[in-house]
């Protein structure tokens, strides 16, 4: 099989009793209204000058890098289940699929494959339990073994589809008597001694000690570099093409204070991969622009703005343009409207609608900037059951191969290397116009009535679009678009 290769990022835990949840600015071009005709003239040479059209490959015309197209977190998925779902996966647009861990992890409360409690009286969850490595090779009982691994990763290679892990690499289980004896056979001091963490300002506390109790990495020494490294390896050879790297800013930089700093990201980042990328979870020390440098960053930050901009319902383009990492280039971020962390842990879940959900991925996805990953919720979750059908490896939500999302993933497949263009059409905050060179333009509404565009510029070539969503004409004529957007529609034009 050929092996593939990613980058990834790294998730928040939990520990038995809590749950943990575990951008730049865009240089992208944007207008607060498309009425000034020559503001977007202006946009357009620049957009279609530096364009690089990229075409999408395939059968289902995905993208050929993970980096350019969109992500399912095929969250808590076993790896049959994914495989089962694959031509589905592919149809709805998605060049890649993330994984939960696929290491071997602590058996929890005897086992067990419910998410988490639904009355909340218990915390009887096992989801968290992914994050509480007991040993690195692959399979585990929530997921599947590593022959089914295999056996997903070869299929999924047929699609076109690329398989991203997510690789718990800072830390092992809380609980010591379940590691495994091989951790102790690589070194005697497999984990440091540190003492938990107090003070997430403070750098050291932050790279040294036990996130939430769990046993921190001896991350400086160069066996347990080399072992996790051998493992990521072997996940590449099982067909893997990425990974996300869980609580990376919990681990050390090379350029750190000399008495902790250490060279392990140099070494696990050589594995071959073809796209890696870290969960930094920004505040605190998470030294976001310095991670960049070595590997792909996810912005928790962006995910707010999206997430606050629809719950508001206002799309103002000031309120979203920002990727939230000063100092990161876009091209080295991961966006999502929701990510695990936050769906377990914060409360916003019970805020968004899939409507709402779909509203932001729009926005996300449409942009010229980050790759997006869109959180797969459990099946049967709403706004009033955080939970669902509550079982682990079981497929999630349908909403991921809705129309609107499919067509937004398509939409970006086929924009690839086009600069865009961000407008509020008619200063009317509660429609947002994503427009990619002249080629395409998606338009967001929020608003609960109809809106009828009148005398919006727009940078996209003459003719006559047809929504790909609702089968509604669009025309533009002398850089004037035409149409009219339904109440809480998300139109889509390419030709």
């Known amino acids: ?69 969109a992500i399912l977190h095929a969250w808590c998925w076993s790896f049959n289940t994914i495989r089962e779902n694959l031509e589905d996966i592919a149809a709805a647009g998605f060049t890649s699929i993330q994984t939960s861990p696929i290491n071997e992890c602590k058996v929890g409360d005897d086992g067990g494959m419910q998410l988490q409690d639904k009355d909340g009286s218990v915390n ?50 809380s609980d010591v008597g379940a590691i ?37 990495l001896n991350t400086q020494n160069e066996d347990i570099q080399k ?112 990510s695990h962390d936050n769906y377990c842990n914060d409360g916003t879940w019970s805020q968004l609608t899939e409507d709402d959900v779909k509203h932001a991925w729009a926005i996300i996805a449409a942009r010229s900037g980050g790759t997006p990953l869109f959180f797969s919720r459990p099946a049967g979750a709403d706004i009033t059951d955080q939970w669902g059908n509550n079982l682990i490896g079981a497929e999630g939500s349908e909403f991921y191969k809705s129309t609107e999302v499919a067509e937004i993933n398509k939409f970006r497949n086929h924009m690839i290397g086009l600069d865009e263009t961000l407008s509020n059409p008619m200063d009317n905050d509660q429609l947002a116009m994503i427009e990619r060179g002249d080629k395409g333009a998606v338009i967001v509404s929020v608003s609960k009535e109809d809106v009828v565009l009148e005398n919006v510029s727009t940078v996209l070539a003459d003719g006559t679009y047809t929504d790909r969503v609702s089968g509604e004409e669009f025309t533009v004529q002398n850089g004037i678009i035409s149409g009219a957007v339904k109440a809480g529609a998300i139109v889509v034009l390419y030709k």
Not at 181 to 197: K, L, M, Q, R, S
Not at 299 to 327: E, P
Request: with cysteine.
């Open 1 to 69: 099989m050929k092996k593939r290769i990613l980058s990834a990022i790294m998730v928040s835990l939990i520990l038995t009793g809590l749950t943990a949840c575990s951008s730049e600015q865009s240089s992208s071009q944007d207008v607060s209204s498309s009425s000034t005709t020559e503001a977007v003239e202006s946009l357009t040479s620049s957009a279609t000058e530096k364009a690089e059209v990229v075409e999408p490959v395939g059968k289902y015309e995905l993208a050929e890098k993970i980096e350019d197209g």
């Open 124 to 173: 009887n969850g096992k989801w968290y339990y992914h994050y509480q490595p007991t040993n690195y090779i692959i399979g585990n009982y929530q997921l599947g073994t590593e022959e089914e691994f295999r056996a997903l990763c070869e299929e999924a290679e047929e699609y076109g589809i690329k398989i991203i892990v997510d690789a718990v690499v800072n830390h092992m289980t």
């Open 180 to 216: 495994s004896e091989d951790i102790y056979e690589v070194t005697d001091e497999p984990f440091h001694n540190y003492g938990g963490i107090s003070d997430y300002s403070n750098r050291e506390e932050v790279t040294q000690g036990d996130l939430l109790g769990l046993k921190d």
């Open 227 to 338: 072992y996790i490294q051998s493992y990521l390896k072997s996940c590449v050879e099982a067909g893997a093409d990425g990974f996300r790297y869980d609580a990376a800013k919990h681990i050390e930089l090379p350029d750190d204070p000399e008495e902790y700093a250490s060279d392990y990201w140099s070494v696990i980042l050589d594995n071959g991969a073809q796209f890696q990328y870290g969960e930094v979870l920004q505040g605190g020390s998470d030294r976001s622009s310095a991670y960049a440098e070595m590997l792909n960053l996810t912005s928790a930050t962006y995910g707010q703005y999206i997430r606050n901009s629809v719950i508001n319902s206002n799309l103002s383009v000031s309120m979203w343009k920002d990727y939230g990492l000063n100092g990161v280039s876009e091209d080295r971020i991961v966006t999502w409207v929701e």
